[in-house]
């Protein structure tokens, strides 16, 4: 960091201090995550729109593929800010650029859409262009820190070597035009390739990221993830309102739609994320890409309140069973990756476990109780029973386990 927080002039990338005291989010991280709502709004946006009109595995491929370039993109900026940000004007120009690159990002999500669900060939031109940006910011970064820190300096330069190789691979997929199987075909090999970048990386000698840093940047897009839900949860409740005008329906949507965002809320919150990786921090892998599912999941879970709000305007091709599952389901996944992070991070915990459990069996049950006929806000809010269930079920009992499993965890590591 500068000396002088007042100026920004150059200063030395040499890697930050990992046990540095009281280290937050800085505005340049939280203005860099703004562009993330944009992409979040637009995937989820247009994840309800297929699924609304039944098109479910065009839908899924389009989504995933959307999630995984932004996901990955604000992952690797995050754990490379937490070792080198030096909030110094070089710095902040090359972060920007970066922005510039999820919005490209974001506005190639509509047109790729669009050609997966026609069928044809995948247009994704301005999302692999908005990635490479990206990604080639990334790089200058890492070349810039490994002229600086010659402790760290083979470690950055296998970043920024792997990360070019892949991007050349990136390129090749920009410029060929391929149907949907083949182009997905393409981009699995780069997606193994982009993932395994840090573990090759750091096998000798590891950035200084700072692990309550990563913990508090991880929560912060949890909850930019989850406006969506709000924003969905809205959405909802002013279809009903538009269609029936104020009713019970409209009262158990507003209050089952804006339960859910904060009962996913609470639930992510329940692990105590920056003291476990604070004394795991080979865990690391595995903690930053064992939440890309958990955000997935979250953004899901916005597009499917959207979906619930286009069959109360009976502008769905779908019945209330796939409605109610395209939250439903979105949810099971949070919970269960939430779940298997837990138990990775800190160990197994039985009251954890049989926590998850129920709230699998009970928002399944959700999707059958719309089979059978309940109407969509009764399946909402029934969903929204049983993550509150589950959570007062914590604050009862699964505490303990948690404090005793950090425990556990500080005593190993001395």
């Not at 989504?63 to 370039?69: K, L, R």
């Not at 809320?265 to 994320?273: A, E, M, N, R």
Request: hydrophobic share 55%; proline share 4%.
């Amino acid at each position: 960091m500068s000396s002088n927080p007042l100026r920004h002039a150059l200063s030395r990338m040499g890697g930050r201090d990992p046990h540095e005291k009281h280290r937050t989010a800085t505005p340049l991280e939280l203005f860099f995550d703004l562009t993330f709502v944009i992409a979040f709004g637009v995937a989820g946006s247009q994840f309800a729109h297929a699924v609304a009109e039944a098109h479910f595995g065009a839908g899924l491929l389009g989504f995933g593929f959307a999630m995984f370039a932004v996901i990955w993109a604000w992952i690797n900026f995050t754990w490379f800010a937490s070792a080198y940000d030096t909030d110094d004007w070089v710095f902040r120009v090359v972060t920007m650029i970066q922005m510039v690159g999820v919005l490209i990002l974001a506005m190639g999500i509509e047109p790729m859409f669009h050609s997966i669900v026609e069928g044809d060939h995948v247009n994704n031109v301005a999302i692999l262009i908005g990635y490479i940006i990206m990604r080639v910011a990334l790089i200058f970064q890492w070349l810039r820190a490994a002229r600086q820190d010659p402790e760290r300096r083979e470690t950055c330069l296998r970043y920024a070597k792997y990360l070019a190789i892949v991007q050349v691979g990136w390129v090749i997929a920009l410029v060929i035009e391929t149907d949907v199987l083949t182009t997905f075909l393409l981009a699995a090999p780069l997606f193994i390739l982009e993932m395994a970048t840090p573990y090759f990386a750091e096998r000798k000698i590891r950035t200084p990221w700072h692990a309550h840093h990563i913990a508090e940047r991880y929560g912060l897009l949890a909850i930019i993830a989850l406006g969506e839900c709000l924003i969905g949860a809205i959405e909802t409740l002013r279809a009903i309102v538009a269609t029936h005008s104020w009713s019970l329906d409209a009262a158990l949507v507003g209050l089952s739609g804006t339960g859910l965002a904060f009962a996913m809320w609470w639930i992510y919150f329940i692990l105590p994320s920056g003291p476990a990786l604070h004394v795991q921090r080979h865990r690391s892998w595995v903690f930053g890409y064992g939440h890309m599912p958990v955000f997935a999941a979250i953004a899901a879970t916005g597009a499917g309140l959207h979906v619930a709000a286009y069959f109360i305007d009976h502008e769905t091709h779908i019945p209330a069973a796939a409605a109610v599952a395209s939250i439903a389901i979105p949810i099971i996944l949070f919970k269960v990756s939430l779940s298997t992070l837990y138990g990775i991070m800190l160990g197994p915990d039985r009251e954890h476990l049989w926590s998850s459990t129920l709230v699998v069996l009970g928002l399944a049950s959700s999707i059958a109780m719309a089979a059978a006929g309940a109407s969509v806000p009764v399946c909402m809010l029934a969903m929204m029973l049983v993550l509150g269930l589950s959570i007062a079920y914590d604050e009862r009992r699964g505490h303990k386990g948690r404090a005793a499993a950090l425990r556990r965890l500080e005593t190993a590591a001395g």
